[in-house]
């Protein structure tokens, strides 16, 4: 990977990466204040380039207190996917839709995919089936299969979320967002998940 003229990977041969996850967390950002998003825990951080780069967040809010013990309470085990009757008690619990949580979550996933459309001047169906939206593509069925969507309603409603993503990198503060995050993305390494909200949310005012 080679890196552009001041180091940073945003303006390089690989700048649609950084694009691409900075997609990802302008929409992670644009959800803060629905289904136990917030400020603190929207996203961990960008991470460039060990493995393959991706922005990581908590898909739900874990640091609340007594989940370990409805965990215990209800057999869910740490690196064992829970059964459907368990994901609608977790939710349940945590007070969270799990439609709406779904529709917010395959919103930010199809968003990286969106924003490299934007910028490369491809069809979003082109990037979305490209091999480097291998991971996307399996966050979104696993994400359909956790609430129990079937295939019909499954294609419904990520036909509907993805064409939100798109339109949403039409609005120009969107997609200044966007811009402005993959022009300070690090070449290598990590960028905080505080720094890229803060980012972000100057971005989306013009600040």
Do not use: Y
């Not at 013990?69 to 609608?88: A, V």
């Not at 079937?150 to 966007?178: H, I, Q, T, Y």
């Amino acid at each position: 990977m080679t890196f552009g003229w001041d180091g940073r990977i945003g303006w390089d041969a690989r700048k649609d990466i950084a694009f691409h996850e900075s997609g990802h967390a302008v929409a992670r950002v644009l959800s803060i204040g629905r289904v136990g998003i917030t400020d603190e825990n929207a996203i961990r951080w960008i991470e460039m380039d060990r493995g393959t780069p991706h922005c990581s967040v908590f898909e739900l809010p874990l640091n609340k207190p007594g989940l370990k013990e409805l965990g215990e309470r209800e057999g869910i085990r740490e690196g064992i996917w829970p059964t459907m009757e368990q994901w609608r008690k977790l939710f349940s619990w945590m007070g969270i839709d799990p439609l709406e949580w779904a529709s917010v979550r395959l919103f930010e996933i199809t968003a990286g995919a969106a924003a490299q459309a934007k910028f490369t001047g491809a069809s979003f169906d082109l990037v979305w089936n490209d091999g480097g939206c291998s991971d996307d593509r399996q966050k979104a069925i696993e994400t359909c299969q956790r609430i129990g969507l079937n295939e019909p309603e499954a294609k419904g409603l990520f036909g509907e979320r993805s064409k939100e993503a798109c339109a949403a990198m039409e609005k120009a503060d969107v997609w200044r967002a966007v811009q402005t995050l993959a022009e300070r993305l690090p070449a290598t390494g990590r960028m905080p998940g505080n720094i890229v909200i803060s980012t972000v949310q100057d971005a989306l005012r013009a600040l």
